[in-house]
């Protein structure tokens, strides 16, 4: 058996099914067999454990000319040298590209305003990527990155729906690039952020009040008639991919340092894509001890970022989910204001309504020991809607 470095070894890739099912043992058993490997670094035999390990994204990949050779601990292929290899105390970066994964992983603190005697709650700051200040810089930056590998020079514009977090981060990324963006955003997100895109350069078309599924498809209708590429962020596995990879590898490596494996986990649902990645990397490592709540708005409720699941997304399927629990507007908000009282951080709303949810459950005592929630954006992108919320006027309605 030898140690080769991943990206000399060579596999073809496998369907989102086949991907999780070769995933699940191997992450339960944190061990795998070697890959048997031909005399050009090729898969043969067992290449779907060869694919599973570059989706968990280890820096070595154990390869054999022999199928009798014993399993070895994943701990071995060092699967957390992206985050050992980034925590330059200098903080330099290159250019914006490598700025936004040279900083992962994003931070996770103790929050005191939803911890209690038997609970700690840790939250993970999304905000810290610096494009659209969200979690949404992941999948804009593995979207683009796999297009390009694809399409190569052919990719010049993109087309994409977005509630506005995954828009910023594709025009900052494709400025970089030197490519152009046409944005599909809802009624419903804030009129500010037509400015921000103006001064990304991105062209923005508003015309329904939701994204929905046939928005989805009018999106990747247009872009074929336009010569455009669709990333399209509710389909596109890489959206999976990324944070099942990065984000919840990055709330093990950092929860292992920290000394604690997660009770539970509460998150919100938009394309559904962290959460459920989220899921699957815990569930299948330690099983079913570690909770999974998910976050929705309530019936008619509209929180930027997260959806009802019954509007249609793809991975929650995939996966396990203990709870999916229901917040309005107004709640949120109060979560919102929770953490900014207590512990001064201005969290954005769809955090505010993880926050909300976090609170009930630890207060009724449904969920107790170490708790992640995962916040994100930032409350200084909702001020538009905070007015609405918070102003004089509507307090006195
Ligand atoms: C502010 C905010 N919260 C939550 C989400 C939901 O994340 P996901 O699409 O990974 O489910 C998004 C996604 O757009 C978002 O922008």
Not at 197 to 211: T, Y
Not at 333 to 355: C, P
């Given at each position: 058996?030898?140690l080769?470095?991943?990206d ?13 099912a ?10 795998t067999?070697p ?5 050009k ?40 040298w ?33 911890s ?65 963006t ?14 921000l ?22 999106v ?12 399209n ?7 999976f ?9 990055e709330?093990d ?17 938009g ?33 930027p ?46 955090a505010g309504?993880v926050?909300?949810?976090t ?31 918070l102003?004089e ?5």
């Amino acid at each position: 058996m030898q140690l080769a470095e991943a990206d000399t070894v060579k596999c073809e890739p496998e369907p989102l099914n086949k991907a999780l099912a070769m995933l699940r043992p191997l992450l339960s058993k944190w061990r795998t067999k070697p890959v048997l490997v031909n005399d050009k670094m090729e898969a043969i035999g067992n290449s779907s454990v060869c694919y599973a390990l570059k989706v968990l994204g280890t820096k070595y990949i154990p390869v054999s000319r022999d199928e009798s050779e014993r399993e070895v601990p994943l701990d071995l292929l060092d699967p957390y040298w992206e985050f050992r290899e980034n925590t330059s105390r200098a903080r330099v970066f290159d250019n914006v590209v490598k700025l936004l994964y040279g900083n992962w992983p994003t931070p996770i603190v103790k929050l005191k305003s939803l911890s209690n005697k038997s609970t700690t709650v840790w939250a993970k700051l999304e905000w810290y990527n610096p494009f659209s200040l969200s979690v949404k810089d992941r999948i804009a930056w593995y979207m683009l990155v796999k297009a390009f590998e694809e399409y190569g020079e052919k990719l010049r514009v993109v087309y994409e729906a977005t509630s506005t977090n995954t828009g910023l981060a594709l025009a900052g990324l494709a400025n970089y690039y030197g490519i152009k963006t046409k944005l599909y955003l809802p009624r419903t997100a804030q009129k500010c952020v037509d400015y921000l895109f103006k001064a990304l350069g991105a062209s923005v078309v508003r015309k329904q009040a939701s994204i929905t599924t046939e928005v989805i498809d009018e999106v990747k209708e247009e872009a074929l008639r336009d010569n455009a590429v669709n990333l399209n962020q509710f389909e596109n596995d890489y959206n999976f991919y990324v944070h099942f990879r990065y984000t919840a590898k990055e709330i093990d490596y950092q929860s292992r340092m920290a000394g604690f494996t997660p009770d539970a986990i509460v998150g919100g649902i938009g394309t559904s894509g962290h959460l459920s990645a989220i899921s699957f990397y815990f569930k299948s490592k330690y099983g079913d001890s570690v909770k999974i709540f998910a976050v929705e708005p309530k019936q008619g409720a509209s929180i930027p970022g997260i959806r009802r699941v019954e509007t249609g997304m793809k991975w929650i399927h995939h996966v396990a989910v203990d709870k999916v629990l229901e917040v309005s507007l107004e709640e949120a908000v109060q979560g919102v204001l929770r953490v900014a009282g207590e512990d001064g951080l201005l969290i954005g709303l769809s955090a505010g309504a993880v926050a909300y949810t976090t609170h009930k459950l630890v207060s009724e005592g449904a969920i107790e020991g170490d708790v992640v929630v995962v916040f994100p954006d930032h409350g200084t992108k909702y001020m538009e809607m905070l007015e609405g919320v918070l102003s004089e006027e509507s307090r006195e309605q």
